[in-house]
C-alpha cells in the first residue's frame, strides 16, 4: 500500500522537552510538507522540501526544524523555543516538475500535546 | 507571498440544495489551484485541481471549480449535495513548491 505514515498519532511532552515527529513515504515523491492544523486557522505550512538535502522555511517556522537526508522521510522536531507547540500536525507529499507541484497526499497527522 | 481566503467558515444545507463556496487568492504570476476536502475521521484528500488550460474543473462525487483570473478566484461548487458531503474544503494555492491553505469551510447537509 502506497502512502504517508506519521507516528505516532498521539504524543505527549514535557514543556522545554524537544520532540521529533516522523514522516515517511512510499510514493517516491520528491517534495514533502510539513503543515500545522488549529481550530479556525486552516493549514499552516511550518517547512517544505522539494528535493533531498534542501528544504525551505514556511510560513510558521519559528520553534521548528527538519532534516532531509533521504527521499522518503522528513522528520520534524518541534524545539522547547517553540512558544505554543500544542497543535495537530500534518505532513504531505507530492509529484513535482520543474516549478510546479502536483496535488499533495497527506497523512494521518500527530496530535501533539505539550504541559 | 501568496494568501488565500475563504469567504463562508461554516456553511449549512439541507440535502438537494446547491452549494458554492467561495476561494480567493492573491498572487499576480501562475498559480497552481486546488481544492481538498476532510471528511469525518478521514485524511485530507484532493477534490479537484486547476494548472492550466480549461477554467471549469470537474473532481470527484460531483464537485467542479471555476478559476477566474480576473477576480483571482477559484470557487467550488455543486448542483445537489447529498449528506455524505459534510466535511470540511480548503482551498489552496502552489506557488513554485510552495503551498498556502485557506482557513477552510465547513460544510453541513442536513438530511
Known amino acids: 500500500d502506497g502512502g504517508i505514515t506519521q507516528s505516532p498519532k498521539y504524543l505527549f511532552r514535557k514543556e522545554g522537552q524537544n520532540v521529533t515527529l516522523s514522516c515517511e513515504q512510499n510514493l517516491n515523491h520528491d517534495a514533502m510538507y510539513w503543515y500545522r492544523q488549529d481550530p479556525g486557522q486552516g493549514l499552516r505550512l511550518i517547512y517544505y522540501?522539494?528535493?533531498?538535502?534542501?528544504?525551505q522555511k514556511g510560513d510558521i517556522a519559528e520553534g521548528y526544524s527538519v532534516s532531509r537526508e533521504k527521499k522518503e522521510s522528513f522528520p520534524l522536531t518541534v524545539t522547547s523555543a517553540q512558544k505554543n507547540p500544542t497543535a495537530f500536525y500534518l505532513c504531505a507529499s507530492s509529484r513535482r516538475t520543474g516549478t510546479s507541484s502536483y496535488e499533495q497526499y497527506f497523512g494521518p497527522g500527530t496530535r501533539l500535546t505539550v504541559t | 507571498a501568496q494568501s488565500v481566503s475563504q469567504h463562508n467558515h461554516h456553511v449549512i444545507l439541507s440535502e438537494a440544495a446547491s452549494l458554492e463556496l467561495g476561494c480567493n487568492y492573491s498572487y499576480g504570476g501562475t498559480v497552481n489551484l486546488f481544492w481538498y476536502v476532510q471528511y469525518p475521521g478521514q485524511h485530507l484528500q484532493l477534490l479537484l485541481k486547476y494548472f492550466s488550460g480549461d477554467p471549469l474543473v470537474k473532481g470527484i462525487k460531483g464537485f467542479e471549480a471555476e478559476f477566474i483570473k480576473s477576480k483571482f478566484s477559484f470557487n467550488l461548487r455543486k448542483p445537489s449535495v447529498q449528506w455524505s458531503d459534510t466535511a470540511e474544503y480548503f482551498c489552496a494555492v502552489n506557488v513554485v513548491g510552495k503551498s498556502t491553505f485557506g482557513d477552510g469551510t465547513t460544510l453541513t447537509v442536513k438530511p
Open positions: 522540501s522539494q528535493i533531498v538535502n534542501d528544504f
